[in-house]
């Protein structure tokens, strides 16, 4: 080897180096920012699996800074590449990729006998409108297909920042509509009895979704019989409730990232997203009718037991507001809808996360139901925090409050 050849890799070598360590460096800081409280199931682990994440992330804004790929791009490239793994389909299941009025979806049939018409589920995975897709909730689904003996129509809808609201919440009723339509005659599927669901903002898809096909409702097509709602994100008014004060950094959901998703799916204006964090997009007439539902009062003890500090009510700015306004609209904040609209709900099911950000807003959504004499069953996970139901059947990457989750899941889907 001559010497110019022994510079060039002695070169390339220490910046490959020089990278890794800033890379390092960089997910120890961001590491240090995490809060994993100690009842947290496997908190090492969490560790671990946030670490991950947020490299993925640090190489991705890398690599966007020098022009070589977006970092979004990057995320769920690395996400499909070492996160996504499809295993065989089992024996007693059969597995379609389709489309349903030009939208993806993937098809769950389970192949044993039936006895009459199969029970339906319409799922939209989570990622905060920004991530996931059909693969990454393929072994959720297939297990609520088996252990349920349900079809299940998994969709993939648009992302942001590519596409904004109202894209993904259009391609969700498109694809739902298009099966109640074609339920029983392709599929042999009881259009009556089939429900709507999702994880985190697929879990906000399906309750928006149910509001407005309620709202549209023309007598030609059914509503949803049931809404399955796992860990949702259903309001953008208050960032300050209980549980985003108590698990504001707890991996792998913080509270600002919460907000940042929020405006992705709005418009990509990360300008204020500190107002938004703070509260004064909240117009002063509207603040009593959101007090009234989402006050902590409204909160089971339990959910005050590790501390809360009432904020002080922050000065309205209507330039915020109008940079954001679509969001405290029902359809992508539902937890704010008029008594007419969640009175109109099916029978819901919804899950929590006692160390979740979210944790609230479903429970506060469950109160609403209640209060309006809908059927509501809650499932509550004292151990696990957002995104658990991801980690199902993934093996050193699991986390054994999954299994609960979709268990939970499966029971409830039995009923309907």
Same mark, same amino acid.
């Given at each position: ?315 309205? /700015? @209507?330039?915020? #507001? ?5 969001? !405290?609209?029902?359809? &992508? ?5 008029? *008594? =007419? ?19 609230? /807003? @479903?429970?506060? #959504? ?5 209060? !309006?004499?809908?059927? &509501? ?5 004292? *151990? =696990? ?30 009923? !309907?």
């Amino acid at each position: 080897m001559d010497i110019g050849s022994a510079i060039l890799i002695i070169g390339f070598a220490a910046l490959f180096a020089a990278f890794l360590l800033l890379v390092i460096g960089l997910v120890f800081s961001e590491l240090t920012n995490s809060d994993i409280p100690r009842g947290v199931a496997n908190r090492w682990k969490l560790h671990a699996v946030h670490g991950l994440f947020v490299g993925t992330a640090i190489v991705g804004r890398i690599l966007h800074r020098l022009g070589i790929c977006n970092q979004v791009g990057y995320i769920r490239w690395f996400m499909a590449w070492f996160l996504t793994r499809l295993k065989p389909v089992p024996v007693g299941l059969r597995v379609k990729d389709l489309k349903f009025s030009e939208v993806p979806v993937r098809v769950y049939e389970p192949t044993a006998v039936c006895d009459g018409l199969r029970r339906g589920l319409v799922y939209f995975h989570g990622g905060g409108w920004v991530l996931g897709s059909i693969d990454s909730v393929d072994g959720v689904c297939r297990h609520i297909a088996m252990k349920s003996n349900t079809t299940v129509v998994s969709v993939g809808f648009r992302l942001a920042p590519e596409h904004r609201y109202p894209a993904q919440l259009d391609d969700c009723e498109a694809a739902t509509c298009h099966f109640l339509s074609v339920s029983e005659a392709e599929f042999g599927v009881d259009s009556h009895r089939v429900a709507v669901g999702g994880d985190s903002t697929g879990a906000n898809l399906a309750a928006a979704l149910c509001q407005r096909l309620a709202r549209r409702e023309d007598g030609h097509l059914p509503s949803p019989c049931a809404q399955v709602l796992i860990y949702p994100a259903l309001q953008m008014a208050d960032f300050n409730l209980p549980s985003y004060q108590q698990n504001h950094a707890v991996p792998i959901l913080f509270r600002a990232r919460m907000a940042f998703y929020f405006l992705q799916y709005l418009s990509g204006d990360m300008s204020v997203c500190q107002d938004v964090l703070e509260g004064i997009h909240v117009p002063t007439e509207v603040r009593p009718r959101y007090k009234e539902w989402l006050s902590p009062s409204n909160l089971p003890p339990e959910c005050l037991a590790r501390g809360f500090r009432e904020k002080p009510t922050p000065e309205y /700015d @209507g330039q915020v #507001y109008h940079a954001i306004k679509a969001g !405290l609209e029902p359809e &992508v904040s539902p937890l704010l809808a008029d *008594d =007419a609209d969640i009175e109109n709900s099916p029978p819901t099911f919804i899950l929590t996360c006692e160390f979740d950000v979210l944790r609230d /807003d @479903g429970i506060l #959504y469950r109160k609403r139901l209640l209060d !309006l004499k809908r059927d &509501v069953t809650w499932q509550h996970l004292t *151990d =696990a925090s957002h995104g658990v139901i991801n980690s199902f059947n993934q093996g050193w990457l699991g986390f054994p409050p999954a299994l609960l989750a979709v268990d939970g899941v499966v029971s409830f889907v039995k009923t !309907l």
